[in-house]
């Protein structure tokens, strides 16, 4: 890439929930009201001028490339920049969220947007004073979370008076999967896997987003917009039936 993506969209897994309509097309491809939920994000990023992007990809990744074709741009024209880090190529199999990012982190900036690429959020804006604030902070991640939909009604994280997630809490809020990380929590004394993951470990981000939310180190704040977490065939049927 031409500069350090500020960027990635987690395109990587199974989407074994969605059968069959998995079966042929990789999650994030599936259309959500005309459009596929990847491009939903590549959109909003562009918008925001987030346009170098990191896709990881596993699960049919082949067509993840071919549907933004050599010269990606967003639905408006202007044109993105993506580097794909190709899990299912590089190992066979996904390497799980933190493993994913640990994989890409060569290409990513010293801090970066996170954000699933089976969620759909056609409002969120991806604000680039928010990716400034962060840098300037101590931080090591700010997470947007959404009222519990039906499907996760205990929540993930907690929410303090004065911003800071918690690892527990007595009402607990759902992660939206949309969030600003920086790249020292993906790096000793955090985390144990080397820049790049050469050795492909599959490892989960909750545990250690955990363990910054117990020293302190993560933030957090109240996304009120549309979301929805696409993943049922049901959950996509309802989203474009509006």
């Known amino acids: 890439m031409a500069h350090?993506?500020?960027?990635?969209?987690?395109?990587?897994?199974r989407g074994n929930r969605m059968r069959p309509l998995?079966?042929?097309?990789?999650k994030p491809l599936l259309a959500v009201q005309g459009k596929p939920l990847l491009q939903w994000h590549a959109d909003a990023l562009a918008d925001a001028g987030c346009v170098d992007l990191v896709i990881n990809t596993?699960?049919?990744?082949e067509q993840i490339p071919a549907h933004f074709g050599p010269h990606p741009c967003s639905s408006d024209g202007l044109p993105i920049d993506i580097a794909y880090s190709a899990e299912g190529e590089d190992f066979g199999y996904a390497l799980e969220t933190a493993g994913g990012i640990a994989r890409a982190l060569p290409l990513l900036?010293?801090?970066?947007?996170v954000v699933a690429g089976d969620v759909f959020a056609p409002g969120f804006p991806f604000d680039p004073d928010a990716l400034a604030r962060f840098a300037r902070g101590d931080r090591l991640a700010h997470l947007w979370l959404v009222p519990n939909p039906d499907h996760n009604p205990r929540g993930d994280f907690g929410l303090s008076p004065d911003g800071l997630a918690l690892n527990g809490g007595e009402v607990?809020?759902?992660y939206s999967t949309i969030g600003l990380y920086r790249r020292?929590?993906?790096e000793t004394p955090w985390f144990d896997i080397p820049p790049g993951n050469p050795q492909g470990r599959a490892e989960p981000l909750a545990p250690l987003l955990r363990r910054a939310m117990d020293a302190g180190r993560v933030s957090a704040e109240l996304y009120p917009g549309p979301w929805t977490d696409v993943g049922t065939p049901e959950r996509l049927q309802e989203l474009n039936a509006r």
């Open 4 to 13: 350090p993506a500020h960027a990635i969209v987690l395109a990587a897994g």
């Open 184 to 186: 020292a929590l993906f």
């Open 109 to 113: 900036g010293e801090v970066f947007w």
């Open 172 to 174: 607990r809020y759902t």
């Open 22 to 26: 998995t079966d042929q097309v990789p």
């Open 58 to 61: 596993a699960w049919l990744g």
